[in-house]
């Protein structure tokens, strides 16, 4: 009985309950359909207020946003800023970085990015110290005292001391060495006297001294036990070198190759934060070696490198490219071709005087390809002890055809002279390029119209470096590097012609003593305006004795696939013064705010 109370109570709780859910659930419909669908005809009128509101925000927000990039010039520019992989390729082989080994372009490259020396050359062509804070020469003019800036160091942390350097330049004297600088420092006593200071003292007075300073400094701690003998083939030089110059080493990489004609290395260099002059801004820098010239053509075409140096057949079209910017940075050297004095029909003062003088060098500049400097001295225009009215002979061609005849050099029905049954004949050797093919060319259709029948030899690289070591040749075409100093003692003198000199730089083989005393004098002066008056009797008998036709400045043409901010393209004295400036480089642009 009592289950079933509380069955009947529960059921009717139930519909109870149903009842109250359903009056809910209708009065919630009722109320949807009172407050929302029956409004939704008044909602029109809103729809259209609210979205013409959206509409004119848009539009302010829109015009907004075009007035801000239209004045941004104002207070916006494009410059360059910190950062960056630079890539640069150079033709040649990588053989030896270390800076008192260091002798092809590519082993130059890398060594001038590495490593610093006491001095630098600056843009204008003026030593400034590089890891010297300054120098100073005594009373006698024979020793300089050098002092370095304070806290240098190596790009492994160790400190550079006065050590450092005097180490460095021992090693060139040393014989054992075989360093090709040894020359430059016989008879030369180095000391430090200090951490801080290097006392150099010389066996007598050399004006042109300083230069020898640019020589990179190698470290006493890694190289110091490494005997004299040995240390042209350490590992230090190819795989592990320490520096203190703007950038570090990294990694080397070798493409497998048998042949190395095509082979292929690439040297990756990090900024060192320590260098002297401040830290580099590029992130990287990487030198792309290339043997073979159509690869580093063909890795500037494709922008793999973003630099480019080494050509000796510049690519035409790559250089008429809009994306491509040409530098023709201007060389303190002088191309000329130099007469072999000592033996055959050159050794003839009067035949080389009328091949001067037969000679229109305005149209012979002119095949360089280029704005080229004219050269007409054994010195550069503008440089001290140049003097514009002591220069080489000017073009007379009926004068050089005079000269000839008087001489006894008569034109024979083949339009070649001859003298005594001997033809007027002998060879002009220069390297293979473009430019040297218009440049032989026109020298030698302007020595025909004198009656010499001159024989073209255009040389590969290395038969051409084989012939200029030996002087196998009658007559040479090539550049020699002149620099800021006029103390031209290596090119000229008869002491440098002969074959155990160590460099035969003396390409003429010229001999003259009143040359070889003036040449002397020249160098051993330290004033300025006495340096000009010694080297006068020298310009004199150049003028005379016509050892050399001179012809231009050559250039170094730099190849970019854009602007490089800090690339310096005033005249510089050898290729890798490129890297002069080389820590301010920045090839990153961004639009900053206007200070």
Not at 232 to 252: E, K, L, Q, Y
């Amino acid at each position: 009985m009592q289950n079933r109370r509380l069955k009947l109570s529960f059921k009717h709780g139930m519909r109870k309950s149903q009842k109250h859910v359903e009056e809910l659930s209708s009065n919630a419909e009722q109320g949807i359909d009172k407050h929302l669908f029956k409004r939704f005809d008044r909602l029109v009128p809103v729809q259209r207020f609210i979205i013409g509101w959206v509409g004119l925000m848009l539009i302010l927000i829109i015009g907004l946003v075009i007035q801000i990039f239209g004045i941004s010039h104002y207070y916006q520019v494009v410059r360059p800023v910190p950062g960056g992989i630079y890539n640069e390729g150079v033709r040649g082989r990588l053989t030896n970085i270390n800076p008192i080994y260091a002798t092809t372009d590519a082993d130059k490259t890398v060594s001038k990015l590495m490593f610093a020396g006491l001095l630098k050359y600056n843009d204008q062509g003026q030593l400034i110290g590089d890891l010297a804070k300054d120098y100073s020469l005594d009373a006698k003019r024979t020793t300089y005292t050098v002092h370095l800036k304070p806290n240098l160091k190596w790009q492994d942390g160790k400190p550079l001391t006065s050590a450092d350097v005097v180490y460095t330049y021992r090693a060139i004297q040393n014989p054992d060495a075989n360093s090709p600088l040894q020359n430059g420092w016989k008879g030369v006593v180095v000391a430090a006297p200090k951490p801080d200071t290097v006392t150099i003292t010389l066996p007598g007075i050399l004006a042109s001294f300083p230069e020898h300073l640019i020589t990179g400094i190698i470290p006493q701690h890694i190289l110091g036990k490494v005997p004299y003998s040995d240390l042209r083939s350490s590992d230090f030089n190819t795989t592990h070198p320490v520096g203190a110059g703007p950038f570090m080493w990294d990694a080397i990489n070798a493409d497998a190759t048998d042949d190395p004609k095509t082979a292929k290395t690439q040297v990756a260099l990090l900024p060192f934060a320590d260098y002297a002059n401040g830290k580099p801004k590029l992130q990287k820098f990487i030198v792309h070696v290339f043997a073979a010239e159509k690869d580093l053509v063909k890795a500037l075409s494709s922008k793999q490198v973003y630099g480019a140096e080494g050509f000796i057949n510049p690519p035409t079209k790559l250089m008429k490219k809009q994306s491509v910017d040409t530098h023709n940075i201007t060389l303190r050297a002088a191309n000329m071709v130099f007469f072999k004095t000592s033996s055959g029909i050159l050794a003839d003062t009067n035949v080389r005087r009328a091949l001067v003088t037969g000679s229109n060098t305005k149209d012979l500049i002119k095949q360089a390809g280029y704005k080229a400097r004219p050269v007409n001295s054994p010195l550069l225009t503008g440089q001290l002890a140049y003097d514009p009215k002591i220069t080489q002979m000017v073009y007379d061609e009926s004068a050089s055809k005079q000269l000839l005849t008087s001489n006894g050099w008569i034109v024979g029905k083949d339009g070649y002279r001859s003298k005594a049954g001997k033809p007027l004949e002998f060879n002009l050797v220069a390297a293979n390029t473009d430019e040297n093919h218009r440049l032989t060319d026109m020298i030698r259709q302007q020595w025909k119209e004198l009656g010499v029948k001159l024989d073209v030899n255009l040389q590969d690289s290395g038969d051409f470096q084989t012939s200029v070591a030996n002087h196998n040749y009658d007559s040479l075409l090539t550049g020699i590097t002149i620099g800021v100093d006029p103390d031209v003692f290596v090119y000229w003198d008869s002491s440098q012609a002969d074959i155990r000199s160590s460099n035969r730089s003396n390409l003429s083989e010229y001999k003259n003593a009143v040359a070889d005393s003036s040449l002397e004098a020249g160098r051993t002066r330290i004033d300025p305006a006495l340096r000009s008056l010694k080297y006068k009797p020298f310009l004199q008998a150049w003028q005379q004795d016509n050892p050399a036709l001179a012809l231009y400045q050559p250039r170094l043409l730099y190849l970019t696939n854009g602007p490089v901010d800090g690339l310096s393209n005033h005249t510089i004295n050898t290729a890798t013064d490129r890297f002069t400036n080389v820590q301010n480089w920045q090839i990153r642009q961004a639009k900053v705010n206007q200070n």
